[in-house]
Each structure stands twice: as structure tokens, then as C-alpha cells.
């Protein structure tokens, strides 16, 4: 199964973007798995952002706590990251990634990723 973001963009401080990750083969329902939202800026290692376990369990890293929500919808099988008050710190490539079993927030823990989509936020 592949994966692929959409939704990024170019945007100013303050302003939201809503990223949506979806699966090339429609059998991959990912309320059954982990779900994983991830950030790489040029030059740093790959950042853990958000993830959705398959019971509803959410998980955020402390800088997006209170701006950024990971949700699902079944009924089209995607997963999304609502961006709110974007800053220029949260300026990366983002990616989606899933796994089975146990969620945790470590890039390590996934399998199957996205090719990333590109979020810019000037101030």
C-alpha cells in the first residue's frame, strides 16, 4: 500500500491548513491501524507531530498541543492533521504513516509512509 499526503501549501503566521493522507489500495482501512503525522525541515531529523491509535487515542508533541488535531473519517478513508495558528517554526515536509498494532509516537515505530507534502508559513 502507498500512501499520499495533500494539503500543503504556502501560508502566512497565524493561518490554518488541513493535510489529508489517503491509501492507494481502498481495502487499507486505517481505523484499523496506527496513524502517524510526521515533519522533517531541512537540515533536522524527522520530527514526531501527532498520532491516532485505532481506538481513537490521540497523542501530540508539545509544540503543536492546542493548534494542531489528527483526525479520521471512515467513510472516505483518510486521516487528516488540522494546522491552526501556523507559525514558521512548523515550516517542514510533512508525511503520513501507519503501522499495525500498538501506537507510539516515534517515527521509528512506522512502516508504510507517505512521499511528503510541503508546508511553508512565512511570518
Given amino acids: 500500500v502507498l ?3 495533500s494539503g500543503g501549501g504556502s501560508v502566512q ?6 493535510l489529508s493522507c489517503g491509501a492507494s489500495d481502498r481495502e487499507y ?4 491501524y496506527c496513524m502517524g503525522w510526521f515533519r522533517q525541515a531541512p537540515g533536522n531529523e524527522r520530527e514526531e507531530v ?3 491509535s485505532s481506538d481513537g487515542t490521540t497523542t501530540y508533541t508539545d509544540s503543536v498541543k492546542g493548534r494542531f488535531t489528527i483526525s479520521q ?11 491552526n495558528s501556523l507559525n514558521p517554526e512548523d515550516t517542514a515536509m ?3 504513516a ?10 521509528s515505530w512506522y512502516n508504510i509512509w507517505g512521499q511528503g507534502t510541503q508546508v511553508t508559513v512565512s511570518s
Fill in 98 to 107: 501507519t503501522r499495525a498494532g500498538d501506537c507510539y509516537l516515534a517515527a
Fill in 50 to 52: 501527532a498520532s491516532m
Fill in 3 to 5: 500512501l499520499v499526503e
Fill in 29 to 32: 482501512t486505517f481505523g484499523y
Fill in 13 to 18: 503566521s497565524g493561518e490554518s491548513l488541513r
Fill in 73 to 83: 473519517d471512515n467513510s472516505v478513508n483518510k486521516f487528516y492533521l488540522q494546522m
Fill in 94 to 96: 510533512y508525511y503520513c
